[in-house]
C-alpha cells in the first residue's frame, strides 16, 4: 500500500521559510520522480517542484528562485525548501509520486499571513 505522508507545513510571517517533509513508504522510492503540488480552493492543483531518479530538479515560475525541491533515497523522503514566502503561497501543499502511476499525499496546510 502507497503512504505519502507530508508535514511541516503551519503558519510563517510574509517573507518567512518553511519546510516540508514527504515520506514514502509501499514504493520502490528512489526510481520514482517526486513531486510538490500545491492547491487553493476553487484552483486546480498545481505541481510546483519536481525531482527526478537521478535529482534533476524543475520548477514552476511562481516558485523559481525561492523553493528548493530535495529528496533522500535513504529516507525516503522528499522535502520542500520554501524561502521568501508570500501570501500567495498560502495553499494546502500535496506530495506526489509518480512512475506509471501517479500518487498524491493527504497535503499539509501551509499560511502565509501576518
Known amino acids: 500500500q502507497v503512504q505519502l505522508v507530508e508535514s511541516g507545513g503551519g503558519l510563517v510571517q510574509p517573507g518567512g521559510s518553511l519546510r516540508l517533509s514527504c515520506a514514502a513508504s509501499?514504493?520502490?522510492?528512489?526510481?520514482?520522480?517526486m513531486g510538490w503540488g500545491r492547491q487553493v480552493p476553487g484552483k486546480q492543483r498545481e505541481l510546483v517542484a519536481t525531482?527526478?531518479?537521478?535529482?534533476?530538479?524543475n520548477y514552476a515560475d511562481s516558485v523559481k528562485g525561492r523553493f528548493i525541491i530535495s529528496r533522500d533515497n535513504a529516507k525516503n523522503t522528499v522535502y520542500l525548501q520554501m524561502n521568501s514566502l508570500k501570501p500567495e503561497d498560502t495553499a494546502v501543499y500535496y506530495c506526489?509520486?509518480?512512475?506509471?502511476?501517479?500518487?498524491w499525499g493527504q497535503g499539509t496546510q501551509v499560511t502565509v499571513s501576518s
Open positions: 509501499g514504493i520502490k522510492f528512489r526510481i520514482y520522480r
Open positions: 506526489s509520486a509518480a512512475l506509471s502511476n501517479d500518487y
Open positions: 525531482i527526478t531518479s537521478g535529482s534533476e530538479t
